[in-house]
């Protein structure tokens, strides 16, 4: 199961790094996405809030057998997603600034 998991969840994130960094569902460079950002941190707080709710003892070898490996693949997905936002965001302000 836990192989599954990350398979998916590692699939949804480089299609979404595909798609933010090529501009190919909504254009970050034109827009100021403050509230995707908002919705991903929310998201990411919630997860790990989850994450660590449940504390078990016994580490990383424990939480790739249990039920809260989608808490941590979803929590990291999304993390990615909002750091790749933020150098989609970078990247179209310095070009933008070199055109000008």
Do not use: H, P
């Amino acid at each position: 199961m836990a192989f599954l998991t990350v398979s998916l969840f590692a699939g949804v994130t480089v299609f979404a790094g595909y798609s933010i960094m090529k501009d190919a569902f909504f254009s970050v460079k034109n827009r100021s996405g403050y509230s995707y950002i908002i919705l991903l941190l929310l998201v990411i707080v919630s997860q790990s809030a989850s994450l660590l709710s449940n504390n078990e003892t016994g580490g990383f070898l424990e939480l790739l057998k249990s039920e809260r490996i989608i808490n941590f693949c979803c929590t990291l997905t999304f993390l990615i997603i909002l750091l790749l936002i933020f150098v989609k965001k970078y990247t179209a302000k310095n070009e933008e600034d070199e055109e000008e």
